[in-house]
Nanobody
Framework: QVQLVESGGGLVHPGGSLRLSCAAS????????LSWYRQAPGKQRELVAH???????GYVDSVKGRFTISRDNAKNTMDLQMNSLKPEDTAVYYC?????????WGQGTQVTVSA
């Protein structure tokens, strides 16, 4: 059973930074495509960033230049470095792993950007 555990969320002032981490128990982690999603209150879950098994990355326009996604296959982890945070970045952030035709989700971590 694949398990994903996010960490690193919290409360930060506008302009601040946070680093989210996702630890996975998947044996074939290195072959999976990884993503960060977020869901704000009253809104649909949206894809924020993704990184493929060959380290190709992509970002939603609203976070380009501010967020950086990375993975460490030796540690079975994925990170999201978030800089220049804005109040509109406030949401629950989820990590997602697509592997073997299946999708796995973490439980989410809350990020709140507020003065």
């Amino acid at each position: 059973q694949v398990q994903l555990v996010e960490s690193g969320g919290g409360l930060v002032h506008p302009g601040g930074s946070l680093r989210l981490s996702c630890a996975a128990s998947a044996r074939d982690f290195r072959y999976g495509a990884l993503s960060w999603y977020r869901q704000a209150p009253g809104k649909q879950r949206e894809l924020v960033a993704h990184i493929t098994e060959i380290d190709s990355t992509g970002y939603v326009d609203s976070v380009k230049g501010r967020f950086t996604i990375s993975r460490d296959n030796a540690k079975n982890t994925m990170d999201l470095q978030m800089n220049s945070l804005k109040p509109e970045d406030t949401a629950v952030y989820y990590c997602n792993l697509k592997l073997g035709g299946r999708a796995f989700w973490g439980q989410g971590t809350q990020v709140t950007v507020s003065a």
